[in-house]
């Protein structure tokens, strides 16, 4: 049955209204974010420099993929694709997001969790837990290179006083440990965001559900695991989806603590070192735009099963 034509009228009204007042957040959008990245996917196909981008010329997927051929049946694969450079940065960006998002959801619902209950200063320590994730992440970094600093740093003092080490460790220096530098700073920074979002959806389950449980003598392990969890995953799935969405485009930590190191050059550290230190800007572009690509694709999947799992619930 169609709807009466005063309430399609309004419809349209309210429709309309919304678009005018979505419309100057789109215009300042497609400026700070859809040009450039329109002219950074254009450049991936081209063979722009620095000096030379109002010349550059179209080359096609050169950047990306191509077979040279030497003659006398000899070649090779050059590109991006071919870049095991590039691939050690991906697999790197991986572990990575991987290992920070893993240890960040853990000791953010576990923080979460504590910050929940009621105690006196509760408040206080909720902005306190905050701190960490609030200094900008240059000095977060900086901060935590001093500490690391193999003849300086505080960590090596307190390990070796603790007889966990024998002589101070080059923590951002060395290839063995200069990747678990950079998650020890990220995983302190940022567990509190997922504590933040974990903490709002636990404030959101009804207290007469823990009350039943209480009255019904089920153990606290039991309601985490039944009650708990399963009412907060929406969130919790939330979190791990903006979380990884950020870890995969990490770069300032990076970039800081252990610059041109193939132990931990991320995929954004690639791009920008052929933007700009190689001079090499096309091919930069074509990593950025894979870097775009991977990024995209997961949030368009976590969108659609979103979707489905929504329909599903209504039917």
């Known amino acids: 049955m169609s709807a009466p034509e005063g309430t399609s009228r309004l419809s349209r009204q309210r429709i309309r209204s919304a678009w005018l007042f979505l419309a100057p957040m789109l215009i300042v959008l497609f400026i700070v974010a859809a040009w450039p990245l329109g002219r950074t996917i254009w450049f991936s196909f081209t063979d722009a420099s620095l000096d030379l981008m109002s010349e550059a010329e179209f080359i096609g997927f050169r950047n990306y993929l191509e077979w040279v051929d030497f003659g006398d049946g000899e070649g090779a694969w050059y590109g991006l694709l071919a870049d095991q450079r590039w691939w050690r940065s991906v697999w790197n960006t991986v572990v990575f997001a991987t290992v920070s998002v893993t240890f960040e959801t853990i000791f953010g619902l576990i923080i979460a969790l504590v910050l929940h209950q009621q105690f006196a200063g509760r408040g206080l320590v909720r902005a306190a837990v905050l701190i960490p994730w609030a200094i900008p992440t240059i000095v977060s970094a900086k901060m ?64 007469d559900i823990y009350e039943a449980a209480r009255l019904d003598g089920v153990p606290p392990w039991r309601v985490f695991r039944k009650l708990t969890l399963p009412l907060i995953m929406p969130a919790v799935l939330v979190a791990v989806v903006f979380r990884a969405l950020d870890a995969l485009r990490v770069f300032d930590i990076v970039y800081v603590l252990t610059p041109n190191t193939d132990a931990t050059r991320t995929m954004s550290v690639y791009a920008r070192e052929n933007l700009f230190d190689f001079d090499q800007f096309a091919y930069g572009s074509a990593a950025s735009t894979v870097l775009f690509l991977v990024i995209a694709l997961i949030t368009i999947t976590f969108i659609m099963a979103t979707r489905m799992d929504l329909e599903g619930k209504r039917q």
Request: aromatic share 10%.
């Open 144 to 207: 935590w290179a001093w500490m690391m600093h193999d003849q300086f740093g505080i960590l090596n003092d307190m390990f070796m006083a603790l007889g966990l080490i024998a002589e101070p460790v080059a923590w951002t220096a060395s290839p063995d440990t200069a990747m678990i530098a950079v998650l020890i700073v990220d995983i302190w920074k940022t567990t509190p965001f997922m504590a933040l979002l974990i903490l709002a959806g636990l404030q959101m389950v009804p207290e």
